[in-house]
């Protein structure tokens, strides 16, 4: 594949638009790839590649709506509503799936980068975002940025480009960073580029750029953010991103870095509500810790400037189980195989727990197939390992909404379109 020169971060930043017909030549990907994605070479693997803001709150499922499910060599389809499967596609031994944000479209992560599943058809497409170590993908304002970790590239494109194209390439802005990191960016209302910086050894903070016709510009930058990882947008448009110190926002054109309270207060991700000023995050405060299981959670008020660390007793959780809901509440889906409910205003529990699977234990490895959870409005999907389903439960009541049937293999990670 044919790759222009990396240019370096500096005070004024090129960048490159690419039409759809020359990325999209570039980007022919057959469906049924036979080698392994690279996920990433760190203990960063193991968290979201992305957060999404708090969906509109409803228990109304549109007709056609559509969630993908990453298998065992395969990506499902399924009914949103049914959760029946609809199509299943030969893909790479391990993907990893986002949403697009169109309601249509799923990236599907392959080593040659993010593939478009169109879920409406439903196809596995042969429309692909080059990308080498295909990371994190944000969704706001309208535009979805993807991340190339082994590229350090940052890929923008306007949200519905897909659907108002047809499925063809769309136009896309890119930037370069100054080297190769495991890293994220986020573009604001107003057009900034809010992205990591590091390298393929360390991350140390972000940089703000202004976009210009054929630039960027330095607006600020921090260094207070060691190995940041993970996005979050909370109310008032206030970037948050997750440090091994605590947390780091951009807010109101600067930088403003959160203490954690311990030494080492690591967060990798945050959970966050566009209507809501508090995101939580998750917490590790020690560095030999190998598990995956979390029973602590970072509670920052992005409107006070506050960190808090919520000790969360017996309930334990991974990155994969958690996620925002109903009036902002933050739900987590413990090992006791129910779900918890969290008020992020009064950092407490609400006493509102809903049984869906068995109990079970942590994984060995972070891709080993475990109980997880992603939120959509009223809805949680849960991925219910033992019996190879997903299950829907009504996040206000409790109630079960549907029990899928049995998928060809052990469901890993799922993506919803409503």
């Known amino acids: 594949m044919n790759r222009a020169p990396v240019r370096k971060e500096n005070m004024s930043v090129p960048h490159r638009f690419l039409a759809g017909g020359a990325l999209a030549a570039a980007a022919l990907l057959a469906a049924g790839c036979a080698s392994e994605a690279d996920p990433g070479s760190s203990a960063d693997a193991a968290e979201s590649p992305s957060t999404t803001a708090e969906a509109p709150a409803t228990t109304d499922i549109e007709p056609g709506s559509r969630i993908a499910v990453s298998l065992e060599g395969e990506v499902g389809v399924l009914d949103a509503a049914t959760l029946e499967i609809v199509g299943t596609f030969p893909t790479e031994d391990f993907t990893r799936v986002n949403p697009v944000g169109d309601g249509r479209h799923i990236l599907v992560t392959t080593s040659e980068g993010f593939q478009v599943l169109d879920t409406a058809q439903p196809a596995l497409t042969d429309t692909v975002f080059p990308a080498d170590a295909a990371g994190h993908v944000v969704r706001h304002d309208g535009r979805t940025v993807l991340f190339s970790d082994g590229w350090g590239e940052t890929t923008i494109f306007d949200t519905n480009a897909l659907v108002d194209g047809g499925g063809a390439m769309p136009e896309v802005r890119q930037y370069e960073s100054a080297a190769p990191h495991h890293g994220v960016s986020i573009v604001l209302s107003d057009g900034t580029l809010v992205t990591s910086v590091g390298t393929a050894d360390s991350r140390s903070g972000a940089v703000a750029l202004e976009p210009h016709d054929d630039h960027y510009h330095e607006l600020t930058r921090s260094d207070q953010c060691p190995e940041i990882h993970g996005e979050g947008t909370a109310a008032g448009e206030v970037a948050i991103f ?148 997903l299950v829907s439960v009504d996040l206000t009541t409790g109630e079960i909404l549907a029990e899928g049937e049995t998928l060809p293999s052990f469901p890993n990670e799922i993506a919803v379109n409503l």
């Open 242 to 389: 997750g440090c091994e110190n605590g947390a780091l926002l951009y807010k109101g054109g600067e930088f403003i870095k959160l203490d954690a309270p311990d030494e080492f207060g690591r967060m990798g991700n945050a959970y966050v509500s566009e209507e809501s000023p508090v995101a939580i995050g998750d917490y590790k405060n020690d560095p030999d810790y190998e598990g995956y299981l979390l029973n602590n959670i970072a509670v920052i008020d992005t409107e006070a400037e506050t960190y808090e660390v919520a000790n969360l007793g017996d309930v334990e959780f991974t990155w994969r189980g958690a996620g925002r809901g109903p009036g902002g509440m933050f739900y987590m889906l413990s090992t006791d195989g129910a779900i918890h409910e969290f008020d992020p205003a009064t950092a407490e529990f609400t006493g509102d727990v809903f049984p869906v699977v068995a109990p079970w234990e942590g994984p060995a490895d972070w891709q080993t197939p475990h109980p997880g959870m992603i939120t959509a409005g009223d809805i949680a999907y849960v991925v219910d390992v033992d019996n190879e389903r």
